[in-house]
């Protein structure tokens, strides 16, 4: 069970990686990369793109991840 826990957050990890490559972030100079695994299997990634907003972006971010979350493990 381990040997399996560790694949699967291997891959997530690599998602994450991945995904991290398309981030902007001019004013933060933190590209994020973000992969979440539901129970159902589905696998949802995503980035951040800052603006000029930069305040907003640091909010919404954990905002969203936790949104998603509740919204796919229901």
């Keep these: 069970k381990d040997n399996v826990m560790d694949s699967i957050l291997q891959d997530l990890i690599k998602e994450a990686m991945k995904v ?9 100079n933190h590209p994020l990369g973000h992969a979440l ?3 159902d299997g589905t696998l949802h990634s995503g980035c951040n793109v800052e603006n000029a907003a930069y305040p907003l972006v640091n909010l919404l971010s954990p905002v969203l991840l936790l949104l998603t979350l509740q919204k796919f493990t229901e």
């Design 37 to 39: 695994l539901t129970n």
């Design 20 to 28: 991290q490559s398309h981030a902007h972030a001019p004013y933060s």
